[in-house]
């Protein structure tokens, strides 16, 4: 943490949390991969975590990007692979294989357009629309690790130095979550491991998050009118 700032932390009846959530998926079936994810996102949260609070742009960088702890690299690792094992729950990842790469050119990070219909019906079918924008974080000085894709779609209140924040297409985050897992923290750690750190875990969490509560019908419902759902 940089400075002296304290943000505050808060708990949940997770069990409760699952009550009202899954309500939304019971027409839609496949309750277990739901709750699956949901547990999987929960215990990313336990492992490693920052608040949506100390990411908002206003503060800016508030905490450390990295981390000389060997331990801290693997529970970064830890938290990212959970949550996007939270994402495989749901069948929303991106699908690609040697044969079907994801991008037609990997300069451009242009899409295969099989790749990118695959992942968009899926969202569709599961309730989500695939034209949806997600903000991913970036602060402070440039040394994090470059996702891919790469794109320069800064947010509106992007300074360009220490809030550089970009948004990005639904499926271009879920790729961007999919590169990190499969190249950074789900097999032997490479040199660029060291350089993740709690902004990646944050936008990584942040994308299973949006598709849980998506697909169960609640993002962006007030939790006072979840409330009145349950009386």
Known sequence: LLGDIVFPTFSISLNAAICFLVRGCVQRGRVRKIVYAIHKLSESYETEAITPWSA???????????????????RTSIAINLAYSAIEEMNLQVNSNREKNVWSCNKTFTWNPDVLKDIESRLCAAGIDPASSVVWVVRGAETEVAIHPIRNHSSSYSDGQTVRDNELSLPDAIQACRYLRNYMTAHAFGSDTPRLGPYEVYNVQQVARFLILSKCGVWNVRTVDLSKMNT
């Open 56 to 74: 908002h742009p206003g503060h800016g960088q508030i905490f450390e990007k990295h981390s000389g702890e060997f331990s801290d690299h693997v």
